[in-house]
């Protein structure tokens, strides 16, 4: 094809206008001088007279001399011939008038009259023909005065090409063009078809364009262009199934190459079609699949006649050119469309994405709101995706959710949306729905149960529970994003009621979920009001009697509730991830105040700081732990952090990791809340800590509860044996003093001892 392509490129390339005259006089001449040389130096003139005649006449071009009046002195053969004449002497003394129609000659007569009165001649003029030869015919005519011995003019002398050949190349190129310029600026391929079956068809006088596009499954033709086809015999073969009996285009697209049927009524290709073509007066198809670049085959291309035949060259080199074209526009349509499908799908289940959705929204509530019918919007977020992710790879995590996918799908009609909008998080969209709750939960209730049904993953048979919130339009919202707003909160009840289940928004999740963005909001403000402050609780040394370590216990002061206590406040800080920025106040402030303390001149005593799960998997945690030391001039060895068991099982590889970079800093370890969580005992051999603390929920029965005190004995003997030191926390009794003193446990901390005290009260606890 781009040889093809290339053929017409290098036909019209050709020469311009005035060119190619100046080259026929130059040729002419040539000619001249080498029959003289051949004949001796000097022939006569009756001689010279007959080449002359010889030479013009074998010239297919058109040679004539007029007199001042037009009429014909002289004519070459093609002139006589192609004017309907047998011999020279029938022209010669006729005039154009004679020949042609009168309207015709208007122009000519003009440049004629034009080159006599100036006696300039007239170069390489394109005019078209006035005999057609039963095709539209352009020629290249120059005029140059004839003069006699004396130098006047006496008339003119003609001479015309016939140069419909390139003018016809030209006229291809200029619509190939155009037809590239189409593709660029993707004009909806029904137009681009029309179009390039209109320059065809212009091309080909008498033969008429049909393209029909292979249907998504591959099995049938469709309607693509034929506007010179008759309309009930398009409609006849719309949805015409491929094969390899199936007339022109139907074989083709079933072979994948060109099919030429000479003759539609006699070829056994067409006898199931003959019936259709007959009426209409066609006797040959010739059909060539359209291809993509990979040789998919994506419709056909056809040029029907009404004679009996093959194709000539030039038509066949015209249905690979419009097969070619017509590739390259459905191929950038499908290409066009695929980038339009992914920007609005998830690439991984194929759903529809947010963007989408944000699309289609607007317009249901629209629709609901017009016809009186509900919409309903749920959130659905994957129970526990992240475990079967985490255990079972990204691989077994990516086709949960295209099962999911596929389920949910299977749930609900085609009208209604489910939308992936990250991770494990889906919107489902219901439309048209009674205004019952009940049928809106019942349908919503199947999608859970389907998302519930076992599935195998991994070679592991498996169940996933799902959350679900949900609204209805219009009870629980006006816009989308009121609603989805709801659905959310909705959700977050879900998951903590303990997820599997579905909630239905009510206003009380509302007030709660906007009570909760107000509290995220002054948390989030309370760093930068600077309504944070440590209080510290001193450890003891049972042995010793002294205080060698405090723990410091973060507190708000918050300008309308007073001292609020981190059990308020620390689980939202740890679900926002305001946690992070106050975790790394408390540790840069307890650096500081131990640093203070130690300076000025108090004993040096070890400050512990707890940490939270998120804080410790921030990716530069120890790098901020060795910062907030160095700022502060801290020795690393006066630091503890306080971890919890939960915090290093979530991740133990990791966790003992980082907490080995933090004891290579110099910086001790402590296990809180010891005996609440679930560390293995052989994972505990692992962990570089120097401490357990137990705690209180243990220590507080001492010596009432018999079971406590065993587990207490049993942690502090663990303790010893693992070589750590242990603290009980929440000690507040001499009988609990005694009892811990008596199993052997290092050190205590609580009330006993202090409550946790502001750092002004604390230098004097140390002092004392
Ligand atoms: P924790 O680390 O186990 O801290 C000990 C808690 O027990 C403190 O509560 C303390 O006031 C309380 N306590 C100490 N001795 C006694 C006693 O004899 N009897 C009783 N009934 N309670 C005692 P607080 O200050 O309310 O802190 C609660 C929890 O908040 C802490 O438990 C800790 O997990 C967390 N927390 C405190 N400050 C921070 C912080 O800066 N960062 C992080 N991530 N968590 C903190
Ligand atoms: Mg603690
Ligand atoms: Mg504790």
């Given at each position: 094809m781009t040889k093809s392509l290339g053929r017409y490129r290098r036909d019209n390339g050709a020469k311009t206008a005035g060119g190619d005259t100046q080259r026929l006089f130059a040729a002419s001449q040539r000619l001249a001088a080498e029959v003289s040389r051949m004949f001796g130096p000097e022939p006569d003139i009756a001689d010279r007279h007959y080449w002359l005649e010889t030479m013009m006449n074998h010239i297919p071009d058109y040679i004539y001399a007029k007199d001042?009046?037009?009429?014909?002195?002289i004519a070459n053969r093609a002139t006589v011939a192609d004017n309907?004449?047998?011999?020279?002497k029938d022209i010669i003394g006729k005039t154009d008038y004679d020949l042609h129609?009168?309207?015709?000659i208007g122009h000519m007569a003009a440049t004629e009259r034009q080159v006599i009165e100036t006696g300039q001649p007239i170069f390489g003029m394109e005019e078209r023909a006035f005999v057609s030869k039963g095709y539209e015919r352009w020629l290249m005519t120059s005029k140059v005065p004839l003069r006699n011995k004396q130098g006047e003019t006496i008339g003119i002398v003609g001479i015309s090409r016939d140069i419909s050949d390139r003018k016809k190349a030209e006229r291809l190129l200029v619509g190939q063009a155009r037809l590239l310029e189409m593709i660029a600026t993707s004009t909806p391929l029904a137009d681009f078809f029309n179009e390039l079956i209109l320059m065809i068809e212009a091309h080909l006088p008498g033969i008429v364009g049909s393209i029909l596009l292979l249907s998504p499954d591959g099995r049938q033709l469709l309607s693509g262009?034929?506007?010179?086809?008759d309309e009930a015999y398009c409609s006849a073969i719309h949805g015409l199934a491929i094969g390899p009996k199936a007339g022109s285009c139907g074989t083709a697209a079933w072979r994948g190459e060109p099919v030429v049927v000479a003759d539609v009524l006699s070829d056994p290709l067409w006898e199931d079609y003959a019936g259709l073509i007959r009426p209409l007066g066609y006797r040959s198809c010739w059909s060539t699949p359209i291809q993509s670049?990979?040789?998919?085959?994506?419709g056909t291309f056809a040029l029907y006649s009404r004679d009996v035949g093959v194709p000539s060259v030039e038509q066949n080199d015209m249905i690979s050119m419009a097969a070619h074209l017509a590739g390259i526009a459905i191929e950038r349509r499908q290409s066009e469309e695929r980038i339009q499908f992914m920007a609005h799908h998830?690439?991984?289940?194929g759903l529809p994405n947010r963007v989408l959705f944000d699309e289609r929204v607007a317009s249901a509530l629209q629709q609901a709101r017009v016809s009186g019918q509900w919409v309903a919007l749920a959130f659905l977020d994957l129970d526990n995706f992240k475990l079967i992710n985490d255990t079972l790879g990204h691989n077994a995590g990516d086709e949960l959710l295209r099962v999911v996918a596929g389920r949910m799908l299977a749930c609900v009609r085609k009208s209604d949306m489910i939308v992936?909008?990250?991770?494990d998080e889906f919107i489902i969209l219901l439309n048209?729905?009674?205004?019952e709750r009940s049928i809106v939960l019942s349908r919503l209730e199947d999608i859970r149960a389907a998302i519930g049904a076992p599935l195998v993953l991994g070679g592991r048979s498996l169940q996933v529970s799902c959350s679900m919130g949900v609204v209805c339009y219009p009870d629980h919202g006006e816009t989308a994003s009121e609603l989805l707003a709801n659905a959310d909160s909705a959700m977050y009840r879900a998951k903590e009621i303990g997820r599997n289940n579905l909630q239905l928004f009510d206003v009380e999740m509302a007030l709660k979920a906007h009570e909760k963005l107000r509290r995220h909001e002054e948390l989030r403000d309370a760093i930068a009001r600077g309504e944070f402050v440590l209080h510290y609780q001193p450890q003891m040394n049972?042995?010793?009697?002294?205080?060698?370590a405090a723990e410091s216990l973060l507190r708000w002061q918050h300008p309308q509730r007073g001292m609020v206590l981190p059990g308020e406040f620390i689980p939202l800080a740890e679900e926002t991830g305001l946690i992070v920025p106050i975790g790394d106040w408390v540790l840069n402030e307890a650096c500081r105040q131990n640093k203070a303390w130690q300076d000025a001149g108090l004993p040096s005593i070890v400050v512990s700081v707890n940490v939270s799960a998120r804080q410790f998997k921030e990716r530069n945690w120890v790098s901020r732990v060795a910062e907030a030391l160095e700022v502060s001039g801290l020795?690393?060895?006066y630091l503890e952090l306080e971890v919890t068991e939960s915090l290093i099982m979530q991740d133990v590889v990791t966790a003992v990791a980082t907490m080995h970079e933090l004891e290579a800093l110099g910086v001790h370890l402590a296990i809180d809340d010891f005996g609440t969580g679930y560390s293995s005992l052989s994972a505990l051999k692992s962990f570089p800590v120097r401490r357990l603390k137990i705690d209180r929920s243990f220590v507080q029965d001492i010596p009432d509860d018999a079971d406590d005190m065993a587990i207490t004995g049993a942690i502090i003997s663990l303790a010893q044996k693992l070589q750590m030191q242990v603290i009980a926390e929440g000690v507040e009794t001499q009988a609990q003093v005694d009892f811990l003193a008596a199993s052997g446990c290092d050190d205590i901390q609580g009330y006993f001892i202090s409550?946790?005290?502001?750092a002004a009260a604390f230098v004097a606890l140390l002092a004392g």
């Open positions: 001042l009046e037009g009429r014909f002195l309907g004449f047998a011999e020279m129609p009168a309207e015709m262009a034929a506007p010179g086809l670049y990979q040789g998919q085959v994506l998830d690439a991984l289940t992936r909008v990250g991770g048209g729905l009674p205004p049972l042995k010793t009697q002294r205080i060698f020795e690393a060895r409550r946790p005290v502001g």
